[in-house]
């Protein structure tokens, strides 16, 4: 077997793994902990890329690694053996080029990484949440890492988790502490720094350093070193860039409690908690009494608290190359994008964006033309009740959707400026959504903008930053995709309504007219699809109600796109004529240069300098506003775009 065929193995066994640099233990692309799969083809295309590439083994989400470690002396290979009388099953397991062995197990809850730190059996570490090993068909040094028991991977007994809990009592060190070590309240005030305001360490800028100065800390603050190990591991480790394997970071901490010049457990004598900047309200007072409520706190903070991840331009393509990119919908959203969908009212925006969340969670190309990738979708209906009940209705109907299909909606008012409360929720209904049918929710809806703000004013920055916020939020704790509903104002050609921070915000922008003609008016990282579609409406019979009565709705279907049935324009004024005629110059000027179209302001420029050569009258904004409106109504000029126009398909 060569390395590629044994990552294959570890996935069909249910195994995430990524690449390992050939001959060491370094992972090959940054961002492993969320980029290790199962997936085949992602495998065999990083090992087209080096098949020397070692097997990550990717522990964490329901899956451990018990380390026998042998290395320096240490007793490993008897702890497991006496592990293996008491408890556990024999399970899958290599062994180490250094003789020591591994053992992969099921989990039904989250295991943190330990090293040596397990009373009564050293030499045994554990790799969990965002840890990995190398896996069989690996070699370091040119020596392999191999099969030992080649069963399948069996779930941890309930009786480990007592041995988890056993805890090696501190050691012994030359310098005498001036506290007791490893007091409730110091562990506390530990796991609250290290939340709150422990250095980061970012490979490159200072890593060891911070290190060194935040295992120092966890000494003075009167914690042994295998305490401090087990907190930074816990409370620290997973957010550091990248994370330092645990065997790599023990040394660090036994670095610092050798050479750091702190007294030791000298800031736990006095109960204040200066060393700890918490953003939680009022400085909290530590007692034993509160320990578990400040250390929740602490937590939280941490989750709220922003990281930031350094990564070398060198590496963009690795990390661009590591990941699989498909698009929601291809061509037209991207996953985890913003979009918008807007238009009039009574353009068909729900129509199509019910079409789209049942397609995605079919699966099936949507406008049958866009290919989709598969998730469950849920769409947000704030303008819900039994006509939003029958729009489903008849989308189920017309796409011959399953009972299993992974569309879900929500009838209910959210608020998106308030606090952070009913986007929690949402978050809440997207992870609840994903456990029960499978598959990770991929398009949210909103529905609509103007509804979710709950009285607040879509024309404020304020209220809208907080939209656009509470958007972002969504996005980051699903990596879904949002769209979100809107209107136009009474100018439709100035596009949707709102204060400009949304547009600046959004990835992408979709304009749907009363006619059903899609346009793309804003696109960051797709190429824009002018023509995108051309919707219509059909009507479908439902069934019978409660009432004997036939319910009947609409389903959208889809043409060739906005266009392909061309109509003669309509005659034009003599200053629309006139007008246009500007307008025809000047598309054809931008066709030769290869723009696709002509801004409004470029239109106007340029027809007011027609104007003044010709020696006719001064023309007002609102004339020009009103020309241009006739000549888009006739048919002799398109919207692209926001402020972008071209000449219609037929015209000259």
């Not at 050939?22 to 090992?47: F, M, N, S, V």
């Not at 796991?191 to 490159?204: D, F, K, M, Q």
């Not at 931008?590 to 409004?600: K, P």
């Not at 340029?606 to 009258?617: D, E, I, Q, T």
Request: glycine letters at 10%; aromatic letters at 8%; one cysteine or more.
């Amino acid at each position: 077997m060569n390395k590629r065929d044994y990552a294959l193995k570890y996935a069909g066994l249910g195994i995430r793994v990524f690449p390992i640099i050939a001959q060491t233990k370094e992972p090959a692309i940054k961002g492993w902990p969320d980029l290790a799969t199962t997936d085949r083809a992602t495998i065999e295309r990083w090992w087209a890329i080096d098949e020397n590439y070692n097997i990550g083994v990717a522990t964490g989400q329901g899956v451990i690694a018990i380390d026998a470690d042998t290395k320096n002396g240490k007793p490993g290979l008897a702890s497991l053996e006496a592990l293996d009388l008491e408890i556990l099953p024999r399970s899958f397991r290599t062994t180490t080029p250094s003789q020591g062995v591994h053992v992969l197990l099921r989990t039904k809850a989250p295991v943190a990484n330990r090293v040596d730190s397990i009373d009564g059996y050293r030499g045994i570490d554990i790799r969990g949440e965002n840890g990995y090993v190398l896996g069989a068909g690996s070699e370091v040094d040119g020596k392999p890492y191999t099969v030992l028991s080649n069963g399948g991977i069996e779930d941890m007994p309930e009786e480990f988790n007592a041995v988890l809990a056993r805890r090696t009592k501190h050691k012994d060190h030359t310098e005498n502490p001036v506290t007791d070590l490893d007091d409730e309240v110091s562990i506390a005030k530990a796991v609250a720094w290290l939340a709150t305001s422990a250095p980061e360490a970012v490979e490159g800028a200072g890593g060891d350093e911070a290190t060194f100065r935040t295992a120092a800390w966890l000494r003075d603050l009167g914690l042994s070193e295998p305490a401090a190990l087990d907190a930074m591991l816990e409370h620290w480790n997973d957010n550091q860039s990248p994370p330092w394997q645990p065997d790599e970071l023990a040394i660090k901490v036994s670095n610092a409690y050798a050479y750091a010049s702190g007294t030791w457990g000298g800031r736990s004598v006095s109960a204040d908690f200066d060393a700890v900047e918490m953003d939680v309200g009022e400085r909290p007072v530590l007692t034993r009494d509160n320990v578990s409520q400040v250390v929740a706190q602490a937590v939280e903070a941490k989750r709220k608290r922003a990281r930031f991840t350094i990564v070398k331009g060198a590496s963009a393509i690795t990390r661009a190359l590591a990941s699989e990119h498909k698009p929601l919908i291809e061509g037209v959203i991207n996953r985890n994008a913003f979009a918008l969908l807007y238009g009039k009212p009574g353009a068909t925006k729900t129509f199509n964006a019910i079409d789209m969340c049942v397609c995605i969670a079919m699966g099936k190309p949507w406008a049958d033309q866009y290919e989709t990738t598969q998730h469950a979708t849920l769409y947000v209906a704030l303008e819900g009740g039994v006509e939003f009940d029958k729009r489903v209705s008849t989308a189920w109907l017309h796409h011959n959707a399953k009972d299993d299909t992974p569309f879900f909606y929500l009838s209910a008012g959210i608020n998106m400026v308030r606090d952070d409360e009913d986007a929690k929720a949402v978050i809440k209904f997207a992870h609840q959504i994903a456990e029960q049918s499978g598959f990770k929710v991929g398009l949210i809806v909103i529905d609509t903008l103007n509804r979710s703000l709950s009285g607040g004013d879509e024309n404020s920055n304020v209220d809208m930053g907080l939209f656009v916020r509470h958007v972002d939020l969504i996005r980051e704790e699903t990596n879904s995709a949002v769209l979100v509903i809107h209107h136009t104002g009474k100018d439709e050609a100035k596009g949707a309504r709102g204060h400009s921070s949304l547009l600046a915000a959004l990835d992408t922008e979709i304009f749907v007219s009363g006619e059903g003609e899609m346009v793309v008016t804003k696109q960051r990282d797709l190429p824009e699809i002018d023509a995108l579609a051309n919707s219509s409406l059909v009507d479908i019979d439902i069934g019978v109600d409660a009432g004997g009565r036939m319910l009947r709705s609409a389903a959208v279907r889809y043409g060739e796109g906005m266009g392909s049935d061309f109509v003669e324009p309509m005659p034009l004024t003599d200053d629309e004529k006139a007008f246009y005629d500007v307008f025809e110059t000047l598309a054809n000027r931008a066709r030769s240069e290869g723009r696709g179209a002509v801004s409004w302001r470029e239109w106007t420029v340029g027809y007011l300098a027609h104007v003044s050569g010709s020696g006719a009258g001064a023309v007002g904004e609102r004339a020009m506003a009103r020309w241009r409106k006739g000549v888009v109504d006739a048919g002799w000029v398109v919207k692209k775009k926001r402020d972008q126009y071209a000449l219609a398909r037929g015209c000259p």
